[in-house]
């Protein structure tokens, strides 16, 4: 089914008039014909999702309050938040936008405009992008994390991704948390995948090689397991997409899953790769599809010259334009369009002899209720849904407050973990991953299995107790906050602080690792002591396996007792030296 | 041509049959440097291996991650543009003795080697080139971290 634009609008039409929309004062700002109206521009166009983490329905997110930059990135995209995005990208306050892109006025706005992704909604707002630009010159990238966050991925191995972006119609992607499958059945999934998996910066082991690993991998003279880039003439143009992987996947996951992989940055293989194809391709501009996180992204198109777009993933920043940044080669559009399903961006360029002359971008939010489900898409969901609904809808608890992840310390669902993790495991203290994917709960809602799962679900679930000192505690800490606030960027790896429960502690996220966190204190009051013992608790060890139940079943046992999905006590940090950062709102 | 997996099988079999020389070892042991090995501290051990430190120089080529995947194995490759190469040896400030190789090339081979190194922790990793009696090096900072927590 095709829907023409007017169609479109008419449908929408009827979607305020049926009562789908539940404010009145939204429809009449807003009418959603005109948001998802975008004006067709160029000759090419890119549209670009990413970091979906599985979520298939529609949910809610939180953007967050506290996306700190250090150093450079101080008050730089995307380390804003509040109403300094807003300013930054000209947003007006109390609109759709600002609801979309923004954690402000959170739980009423959400309460008005609505849940937002959901597959069936997207694949209706991508198949209108492209009807409406005509198909033969639109591309539909996906910059990965498509495999994991929800129980059916992890029950299928991810599989169930692949036959929903399949129906989606995805052409291009890379991956990150793909990774985190063995890696025979990465490439099983792959070999399912109707697009082209690309990896410029994914290499052979050299062990691995010697061991015959040349039957399966992509090219043997330069190791590259995976095709680095494609090749794609659309609108009398030849646009270049070369795909760009998670650099940390066997730092910030288990190594043991792919072991005969390796994974880094590689920015002079790239730079190598971008003149070649721009010597021998005849092509007239160059993508890059990647995963490497926007701090990332951003330093690497600075060194890397010839690359016109990057459109990115990984940290989550949903970002209302690009970035520009000029280096040797001219400039290059670093765009990043958020999580969860949440975002389509829309990259329309006018690409002519060799060279982008000029563009027209937008970051379209997938209001979920504005945007009719697609039947067939609707129907998949259902289908790999229906043998895990009874695991998936048990309710657990209802929620006392606005629970969710996202932002660079504890969010309340995290703080739920952390206490699940102590009480259920008779703990001192816990310690959870501060990945950013998880969505959000509204207050009064009921907390199912299937929210758990949002926040939880991986494959390396198994949780652990044991004897830490505090030392040990310190080091986590001080290394975890070096990998979100060393000041260069390629020596980061993108998630945010490592939660914690039981504890607080201070931390000046402009000192150099070693002296950024300070006066850990547990929740009576006593300091921690470099050379005592403290009973720890936690989950996702990337070492070795952990013996204890899935973090998914502790956190429900908390749950299931407690009835009621609250906190007592929020163990974020004092923090020093960042007044007025403009990556910061609402901290108390 | 040899492909890059014929490559590997060829070195490692070189290797295999230098390992197996009766000779070798006591040949290596004779050419040991004691006390650059043992000095723990990295101005003292490129003294005693080198006679001086060496001078940073753009004639030296240093590859490493800038972030280990496996702080037990971090792939290290060398190479030079400088003539008359006479040993490459590398250096890793922050690990309890920083000297971790020397590498002896003989005339007519290319300058350039590759290996792994074993890193406790963040650090500085040095190459220095001896060529012509001169000691040019490049460095690095190589990061070593805990994992976890992708976002």
């Known amino acids: 089914m095709s829907m023409t634009r007017r169609e479109f609008a008419q449908l929408m039409g009827l979607a305020g008039a049926a009562g789908m929309l539940p404010l009145q004062g939204f429809a ?27 979520q298939l329905l529609p949910i809610y997110f939180r953007e967050p309050n506290v996306n700190l930059g250090i150093g450079n990135a101080y008050g730089q995209a995307p380390h804003l938040v509040g109403d300094k995005l807003l300013q930054h990208f000209g947003i007006q306050p109390n609109t759709l936008e600002a609801h979309a892109f923004s954690c402000l006025n959170y739980e009423s706005a959400a309460g008005k405009y609505g849940k937002v992704g959901g597959f069936a909604h997207i ?7 492209r009807d409406s630009y005509g198909r033969e010159k639109t591309l539909l990238l996906d910059g990965g994390d498509t495999w994991q966050g929800s129980g059916t991925s992890y029950k299928t191995r991810g599989m169930d991704m692949v036959q929903a972006t399949n129906d989606l119609g995805v052409d291009i992607m890379t991956g990150h948390w793909e990774f985190t499958y063995h890696q025979e059945e990465v490439l099983k999934n792959i070999e399912a995948f109707n697009g082209e998996f690309l990896a410029q910066n994914v290499f052979i082991t050299e062990d691995a090689l010697f061991e015959g690993a040349d039957e399966y991998i992509f090219d043997e003279d330069s190791g590259r397991v995976f095709k680095p880039y494609t090749i794609r003439e659309m609108g009398g143009a030849r646009i270049a997409v070369i795909g760009q992987c998670f650099p940390r996947t066997k730092i910030a996951n288990p190594a043991r899953f792919i072991p005969d992989w390796t994974f880094d940055i590689y920015d002079e293989n790239l730079q190598e790769l971008v003149d070649e194809i721009r010597e021998n391709e005849g092509v007239d501009a160059v993508v890059v599809i990647s995963h490497n996180g926007m701090d990332v992204d951003l330093e690497m198109a600075r060194r890397v010259s010839g690359v016109d777009v990057i459109l990115g993933g990984h940290t989550h920043d949903g970002m209302p334009a690009p970035t520009i940044v000029k280096n040797n080669g001219g400039k290059t559009l670093v765009c990043n369009v958020g999580s ?4 389509v961006g829309v990259m329309d360029l006018d690409v002519r002899g060799g060279k982008v002359h000029d563009f027209r971008y937008r970051l379209l939010p997938v209001f979920s209720d504005l945007l009719p489900a697609d039947p067939q898409m609707a129907k998949l969901i259902d289908d790999i849904r229906a043998p895990h609904m009874a695991w998936l809808n048990e309710e657990l608890a209802v929620a006392d407050e606005l629970m969710f992840r996202r932002g660079n310390f504890n969010g309340t669902f995290d703080q739920v973990i952390c206490d699940a993790l102590r009480k259920v495991n008779d703990a001192q203290v816990s310690l959870s991953p501060g990945f950013r994917w998880g969505t959000t709960v509204l207050k009064g809602q009921t907390v199912t299995m299937e929210h758990v799962l949002d926040q939880t679900c991986l494959t390396y679930p198994e949780t652990y107790v044991r004897e ?23 020596l980061q790896s993108g998630g945010d602080m490592v939660r914690v429960g039981g504890f607080d502690y201070v931390c000046d996220p402009t000192k150099p690792i070693g002296q950024r966190i300070t006066e850990m204190t547990l929740d009576n009051g006593e300091k921690i002591d470099a050379s005592k013992s403290y009973k720890v608790s936690g989950w996702a060890t990337v070492g070795a396996r952990s013996e204890g139940a899935d973090i998914w079943d502790v956190v429900g046992d908390y749950l299931r007792d407690r009835k009621v999905a609250s906190i007592d006590k929020l163990n974020t940090p004092k923090l020093k030296n960042v007044a007025g950062n403009p990556g910061l709102t609402e901290y108390s | 041509m040899m492909n890059r997996r014929t490559v590997i099988k060829a ?15 006591r040949l ?13 501290n990295q101005g003292a051990a490129m003294k005693a291996l080198l006679g001086a430190e060496p001078s940073a120089s753009s004639d030296v080529s240093l590859k490493a991650p800038s972030i280990a995947e496996n702080g037990a194995v971090v792939p290290v490759t060398v190479k030079t543009s400088a003539t008359n190469v006479e040993s490459i040896s590398l250096f890793v400030e922050g690990n309890p003795t920083p000297l971790v190789a020397e590498f002896m090339i003989p005339a007519g081979t290319a300058p350039q080697i590759s290996t792994r190194i074993r890193m406790g922790k963040t650090s500085v990793i040095t190459a220095v080139v001896k060529a012509d009696g001169k000691l040019m090096s490049a460095s690095q900072e190589t990061k070593v971290t805990i994992g976890g927590c992708g976002g």
């Open chain 1, 123 to 129: 694949k209706t707002l991508v198949n209108r992008l």
């Open chain 1, 468 to 490: 830490m000192k505090g030392s040990e505690l310190k080091l986590i800490l001080e290394d975890v906050a070096d990998n979100l606030f060393n000041p260069d960027p390629y």
């Open chain 1, 28 to 54: 009449a700002k807003k009418q959603p014909g005109e948001l998802y109206e975008v004006p067709n521009f160029g000759n090419v166009r890119l549209l670009h999702m990413t970091d979906c983490h599985a």
């Open chain 2, 11 to 25: 070195v490692a079999t070189g290797g295999a049959l230098i390992g197996a020389g009766v000779l070798m070892p």
């Open chain 1, 340 to 343: 969860n399903g949440k975002f």
């Open chain 2, 28 to 40: 290596a042991m004779a050419a040991w440097n004691t006390d650059a090995f043992k000095a723990d």
